[in-house]
């Protein structure tokens, strides 16, 4: 006589999760058709080339985009695979010269003559200075031993200003005399008129004036304090310099996994009151890139949301500091954002990563 086998407990728990697992992935390929990526004509795509991009900086004519890394199909005309510091037409996205060099950091003087390039070798950190005419190196400056990489920009009054081993330094381009500072940040910017010195370390803003001397101290921090740890990645001053912006990392142990999440904080120059501070993204482990326009008015991050990335890529989000709305989400191509960079006139947003680089041009007509 026949009998009916009774499953043992251990198949009814396979049995269970095979379901549990069906059902997850019948939720995810419906969420991905009932909530697709919201589209913005905000901006329009001027052009892209592929390779393996890490860094980029605008000339301060918007004519030229320094990058760091690889470009595809440019062998025939320089004769050897152009891998190092290259010079991009911001126009055409075609090559205008080859430098070769390494890069951990990008930054041209004021007037566009120069263009810096820090980077680390055998632990020294170094850094190279450029004749953008013809590419000539003028100069190696070498710091020393660090343990992290340096940060290189220059001031309003033409000064070479690198953070090297959590200090400021001066460095006069032309002499190469070198002069450190008691300010301690991992990254620093100036304000347009060259007022203002802001210095970042761990969640504080420390603001110096022009003679190095405190002003304020900001601190950045999220809705609840324990268990994260904040990262500030970028700074800025408004063209008018009547508002401060900080774009920065919120971090927390979730599960098993490290994940963060994006944060602005918007501050009044006139008196250094907060004017606002705010979460643009969901927690997620792949965050890496982010940048805020000239004139303060928008910030872009790599943003997740509402994909899940181990299934398909990340976006970039434009968020308008006013309101906190998303006015644009820009496709990317790679695996991860290595930079994201507004141009000095606030018209292009140029996108970079692992296959290759893409320069976004904003059509509102008041970008000029």
């Known amino acids: 006589m026949w009998r009916q086998k009774i499953p043992t407990l251990a198949e009814k728990t396979l049995s269970f999760a095979a379901i549990l697992f069906f059902i997850a992935i019948v939720a995810f390929f419906a969420f991905q058709l009932l909530y697709p990526t919201p589209s913005f004509p905000t901006f329009a795509l001027k052009w892209m080339r592929t390779g393996a991009i890490h860094k980029v900086a605008f000339s301060p004519k918007v004519d030229l985009l320094a990058v760091y890394g690889y470009i595809q199909n440019i062998q025939k005309r320089f004769g050897r695979k152009a891998s190092g510091l290259l010079l991009l037409s911001t126009s055409s996205g075609q090559l205008t010269r080859f430098i070769g060099a390494y890069a951990n950091d990008l930054s041209f003087s004021p007037d566009g003559r120069l263009l810096a390039a820090s980077y680390q070798e055998q632990g020294i950190n170094k850094v190279d200075v450029f004749n ?99 990262s500030i990645r970028k700074l800025a001053f408004s063209r008018d310099g009547k508002k401060f912006v900080a774009l920065w990392l919120e971090r927390k142990q979730i599960w098993l996994s490290s994940q963060m999440r994006w944060w602005v904080s918007v ?47 990340s976006l970039i989000a434009v968020y308008r500091l006013e309101d906190g709305q998303v006015i644009a989400r820009l496709p990317r191509y790679g695996f991860c954002e290595n930079d994201v960079v507004f141009s000095p006139n606030g018209r292009y947003l140029a996108v970079a990563h692992v296959d290759g680089i893409e320069l976004w041009e904003f059509k509102d007509s008041g970008k000029q």
Do not use: Y
């Open 132 to 230: 953008v005419a013809d590419g000539r190196k003028m100069r190696t400056i070498v710091m020393g031993k660090s343990l992290d990489f340096p940060s290189v920009t220059f001031a309003s009054d033409g000064r070479l200003a690198i953070v090297h081993n959590g200090k400021l330094w001066f460095v006069e381009v032309d002499n190469g005399e070198r002069i450190q500072t008691k300010i301690q940040a991992t990254e620093v910017v100036f304000s347009p008129d060259g007022r203002f010195i802001a210095a970042c370390w761990k969640n504080w803003v420390s603001i110096f004036d022009g003679k190095g001397k405190m002003v304020r101290k900001l601190e950045v921090k999220a809705e609840k304090v324990s268990n994260t740890n904040i």
């Open 267 to 313: 501050w009044r120059t006139s008196d250094w009151e907060l004017e606002r501070s705010l979460p643009m993204t969901h927690f997620h482990r792949t965050i890496r890139a982010g940048d805020i326009e000239p004139n303060a008015s928008l910030v872009a991050v790599a943003d997740p949301f509402p994909r899940f990335s181990i299934f398909s890529k």
